[in-house]
Nanobody, 117 residues
């Protein structure tokens, strides 16, 4: 099993910044070979991919966050961060951390991000 614990969510004003962090419970090796992804789910909407980073640190972003959000990973600490800049009210959602190893994936419990206008 893998436990993923998100932190850093909260209330922020539009135009502000927030950093989310996700810590994994497994070994450094297990984490380092996994793809890490941030998803989000707004009320009444489907969960959507926000940003992902592979084991070789290749990144992918949703068009809606390109140029504003940055995903990064620290394999030694077994963490993946999402730096959110220039946030908008439409970024309001529960943000989930996801670890993918082969065909098996694990989810965190989610952290709420609310952007006020």
């Amino acid at each position: 099993q893998v436990q993923l614990v998100e932190s850093g969510g909260g209330l922020v004003q539009a135009g502000g910044s927030l950093r989310l962090s996700c810590a994994a419970s497994r070994s450094i090796f297990f984490f380092s070979v996994s793809t890490m992804t941030w998803y989000r789910q707004a009320p009444g909407k489907q969960r959507e991919l926000v940003a992902s980073i592979t084991s070789d640190s290749s990144t992918n972003y949703a068009d809606s966050v390109k140029g504003r959000f940055t995903i990064s990973r620290d394999n030694a600490k077994k963490t993946v961060d999402l730096k959110m800049n220039s946030v908008k009210p439409e970024d309001t959602a529960v943000y989930y951390c996801n670890l993918l190893r082969g065909t098996t994936q694990y989810w965190g419990q989610g952290t709420q991000v609310t952007v006020s206008s």
